[in-house]
């Protein structure tokens, strides 16, 4: 158990691009895990050393240490993320790309129309979207890229707060997300009077935001998600409200709205990932232009 805590964390910190890519939260975590799988080493060489008699607590203790560390090292490995790959240079930023601890910002060239600050899925590499937003910095916006925590957004959907003030320039903003990331944008829309649109990508909010009639919201899903599954968003729509508009690309599947492979539990994709996610881009920017309109 020693030898694991330090073996999967290494691995991860070594082997996966996107951890030492994303949020400092994830490598502070694999080093402090490492550190420990280290000390519980030393300690059991300095008893192997040193034997002793050993009491029904001690066992029980070191019963209960090792369920500990088998839980953590499972956590740790299911925390590892979706790193980057990409599948080419169309939807590149022809702008300013700035990356930091914390987000990704695409600045077009120019002065910017409005903002999108964008919540990335559940342990995805933020840099998976990149591409598929970079259109919408070529048209004159702003693009945040939030870095979550333990890739999380979770853990601080409040994140994009931090990001809009860093650009008091931009007066019309929107918030959006890829599925659990759709999920904190939906939450910081609904509770923030200065966000004038939601873009949601193979996502739902989990609060009810029927009554959010001021705010311009976009659901682009795929026919053939089989994570957010089409009978999911037509569940959901009650809570959107009703001027929502809701465009499914047809063949896309829940991998197809990033850069970052398969992803398990998806379904078959019965379109190219370049034709998909040129309809996923038009309908953004389109998206955007109504809120840059609506500003």
């Known amino acids: 158990m020693a030898t694991a805590l330090i073996a999967v964390p290494l691995r991860m910190l070594l082997g996966n691009s996107a951890v030492l890519a994303g949020h400092p939260a994830l490598p502070a975590l694999l080093l402090t895990t490492v550190a420990v799988g280290a000390l519980w080493a030393l300690i059991l060489i300095r008893r192997w050393k040193n034997p002793r008699a050993v009491s029904r607590w001690l066992l029980m203790r070191g019963f209960a240490g090792r369920l500990a560390a088998v839980g953590l090292v499972a956590a740790l ?29 695409l600045t077009p060239e120019g002065k910017a129309g409005a903002g999108l600050v964008f919540y990335p899925g559940a342990r995805v ?14 048209s004159g916006y702003l693009v945040v890229i939030l870095k979550e925590p333990l890739g999380l957004s979770l853990l601080d959907s409040s994140q994009a707060r931090v990001a809009i003030g860093r650009h008091p320039d931009i007066t019309s903003w ?25 873009l949601l990508f ?15 919201v976009l659901s682009v899903s795929g ?40 992803q398990p539990g998806d379904g078959k994709p019965g379109i190219s990932r370049e034709l998909a996610q040129q309809q996923i881009a038009a309908a953004s ?8 309109t609506a500003g």
């Open 285 to 292: 920017l389109r998206f955007m232009d109504r809120v840059r």
């Open 77 to 105: 490995a299911w925390l590892g993320p979706f790193p980057y790959q990409p599948v080419g240079a169309d939807g590149q930023s022809t702008g300013t790309t700035t990356e930091d601890a914390t987000s990704i910002t």
């Open 125 to 138: 590499d933020a840099r998976a979207y990149q591409d598929i937003l970079g259109p919408l910095a070529n």
């Open 174 to 198: 929107a918030v959006g997300g890829h599925s659990l990331g759709g999920v904190s944008a939906s939450s910081f829309a609904k509770e923030n009077d200065d966000v004038a649109g939601l």
């Open 202 to 216: 193979a996502s739902f909010p989990a609060d009810n935001m029927a009554a959010a009639s001021g705010v311009s």
């Open 223 to 262: 026919s053939n998600d089989g994570l957010s599954t089409t009978d999911k968003i037509a569940s959901s729509k009650p809570r959107l409200p009703a001027t929502t508009e809701y465009v499914v690309v047809e063949g896309g599947v829940h991998g197809f709205f990033g850069d970052y492979g398969e």
